[in-house]
């Protein structure tokens, strides 16, 4: 059997999908894209590709590569017009998270799916922990009842990665709203309850971890996002790129029978289901099943993305769900900017 064809644009995080699809035995990586002439070589050496599979221009990858499948793993204001591309090219495109910057550029690409027909993906992978895939199968049993409030905490300090202190030159990722990067806090919640938000509200606290830096939004000390869901849950989300707390990625449901929390250190959390136990017990949260690549998130994320390619139907992270991972962060910070008042948020649907 042949295999289908995968190119990637973006060569930091795009360093993942040429390993999970190059180790998957469905397909293998012929082309890849990237803007720095350097990393694009070095990588094309690492991967024995000849000169007429790397490529600096996007639109050169496009169209002189025979490609099935494009990964999209660029800054994210490229995201829109290089998915669109792609799809209207024939491409299928699993796009790194979130979608876009604005509600406009998701409609633009929700609008491109349904006209080119093609798959489209958004790459989150954090649902694919292996913890958070067994706390779906806790929470779908009923045993924690209903899901009346859950949390995220997105601590994630990348002073380094939003400005180079030596040439002062700042990345992407300093204009980048702390809640726009919503997908790994609300994506895992959703899913586990299977619910969408419906209206958000924000808050933006102060620039004093870099007073200097105020002028660049993603060095606010935290941003802070509160939503209301269709089926009544409440969700709250801190997101910090400059939290001296240190990496930290915190989950937890309150049910009405019970509830799950992910750990704040080490690899075990908690888990408390009334009427089965006196007080809550440990619930070990590792995010890989087994070692190598096979057990990794990604792994598991582009076995449904091949399916889904493969019976031409709709994957679980479809253009509609990705909005759903995505729209909420962009209404949460325009709620911000105006002083925190609740404001709707747009739902797309098929
Ligand atoms: N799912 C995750 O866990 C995870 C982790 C990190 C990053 N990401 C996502 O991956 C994407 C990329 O993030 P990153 O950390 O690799 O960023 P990065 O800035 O480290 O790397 C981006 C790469 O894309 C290249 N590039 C920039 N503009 C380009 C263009 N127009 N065409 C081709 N190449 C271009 C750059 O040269 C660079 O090599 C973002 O969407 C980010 O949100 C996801």
């Given at each position: 059997m042949s295999?289908?064809?995968?190119?990637v644009v973006g060569l930091q995080r795009g360093r993942v999908f040429i390993d999970v699809f190059n180790a998957h035995p469905k397909t293998e990586v012929v082309a890849i894209c990237d803007i720095n002439e350097e990393l694009l070589e070095s990588v094309g050496k690492s991967l024995n590709l000849g000169d007429g599979q790397k490529f600096i221009s996007f639109d050169d990858f496009l169209t002189k590569s025979p490609l099935d499948i494009v990964v999209i793993a660029t800054p994210i204001e490229f995201h829109t017009e290089q998915t669109i591309k792609s799809l209207e090219a024939g491409k299928d495109v699993l796009c790194e998270q979130t979608v876009a910057y604005t509600v406009s550029d998701c409609e633009r690409i929700v609008e491109a799916v349904k006209k080119t027909g093609r798959?489209?993906?958004?790459?989150?992978?954090?649902?694919?922990?292996?913890y958070l895939r067994e706390w779906k199968n806790i929470i779908d049993s009923g045993k924690l009842g209903k899901i009346v409030y859950a949390e995220n905490e997105y601590l994630n300090p990348i002073v380094p990665l939003l400005v180079d202190e030596k040439t002062g030159k700042f990345s992407w990722r300093a204009t980048r709203a702390p809640i726009w990067y919503c997908a790994h806090s609300i994506g895992p919640l959703l899913h586990l309850t299977g619910d969408r938000i419906v209206k958000a509200m924000g808050i933006l606290s102060d620039f004093q971890s870099f007073p200097q830096y105020k002028e660049y939004i993603g060095f606010v000390d935290a941003e802070i996002a509160i939503f209301q869901t269709q089926k009544g849950t409440i969700i709250k989300v801190i997101t910090s790129n400059v939290s001296p707390r240190g990496h930290l990625i915190?989950?937890?449901?309150?049910?009405?029978?019970?509830?799950?929390?992910?750990?704040?250190?080490?690899?075990e959390g908690l888990m408390f289901i009334k009427g089965e136990m006196n007080a809550p017990i440990p619930f070990p949260c590792k995010t890989v099943d087994r070692e190598g690549i096979e057990g990794l998130p990604e792994f598991y994320m582009i076995e449904d993305f091949l399916k889904a390619v493969e019976s031409r139907s709709r994957p679980p992270i479809d253009v509609i769900r990705a909005m759903d991972f995505t729209v909420p962060g962009l209404i949460a910070h325009e709620s911000a900017l105006s002083g925190g008042k609740w404001l709707d948020v747009p739902l797309f649907e098929w």
């Amino acid at each position: 059997m042949s295999k289908w064809k995968v190119g990637v644009v973006g060569l930091q995080r795009g360093r993942v999908f040429i390993d999970v699809f190059n180790a998957h035995p469905k397909t293998e990586v012929v082309a890849i894209c990237d803007i720095n002439e350097e990393l694009l070589e070095s990588v094309g050496k690492s991967l024995n590709l000849g000169d007429g599979q790397k490529f600096i221009s996007f639109d050169d990858f496009l169209t002189k590569s025979p490609l099935d499948i494009v990964v999209i793993a660029t800054p994210i204001e490229f995201h829109t017009e290089q998915t669109i591309k792609s799809l209207e090219a024939g491409k299928d495109v699993l796009c790194e998270q979130t979608v876009a910057y604005t509600v406009s550029d998701c409609e633009r690409i929700v609008e491109a799916v349904k006209k080119t027909g093609r798959v489209y993906m958004m790459a989150e992978n954090y649902i694919y922990f292996h913890y958070l895939r067994e706390w779906k199968n806790i929470i779908d049993s009923g045993k924690l009842g209903k899901i009346v409030y859950a949390e995220n905490e997105y601590l994630n300090p990348i002073v380094p990665l939003l400005v180079d202190e030596k040439t002062g030159k700042f990345s992407w990722r300093a204009t980048r709203a702390p809640i726009w990067y919503c997908a790994h806090s609300i994506g895992p919640l959703l899913h586990l309850t299977g619910d969408r938000i419906v209206k958000a509200m924000g808050i933006l606290s102060d620039f004093q971890s870099f007073p200097q830096y105020k002028e660049y939004i993603g060095f606010v000390d935290a941003e802070i996002a509160i939503f209301q869901t269709q089926k009544g849950t409440i969700i709250k989300v801190i997101t910090s790129n400059v939290s001296p707390r240190g990496h930290l990625i915190y989950y937890s449901l309150y049910g009405t029978n019970g509830y799950l929390e992910s750990p704040r250190k080490g690899e075990e959390g908690l888990m408390f289901i009334k009427g089965e136990m006196n007080a809550p017990i440990p619930f070990p949260c590792k995010t890989v099943d087994r070692e190598g690549i096979e057990g990794l998130p990604e792994f598991y994320m582009i076995e449904d993305f091949l399916k889904a390619v493969e019976s031409r139907s709709r994957p679980p992270i479809d253009v509609i769900r990705a909005m759903d991972f995505t729209v909420p962060g962009l209404i949460a910070h325009e709620s911000a900017l105006s002083g925190g008042k609740w404001l709707d948020v747009p739902l797309f649907e098929w």
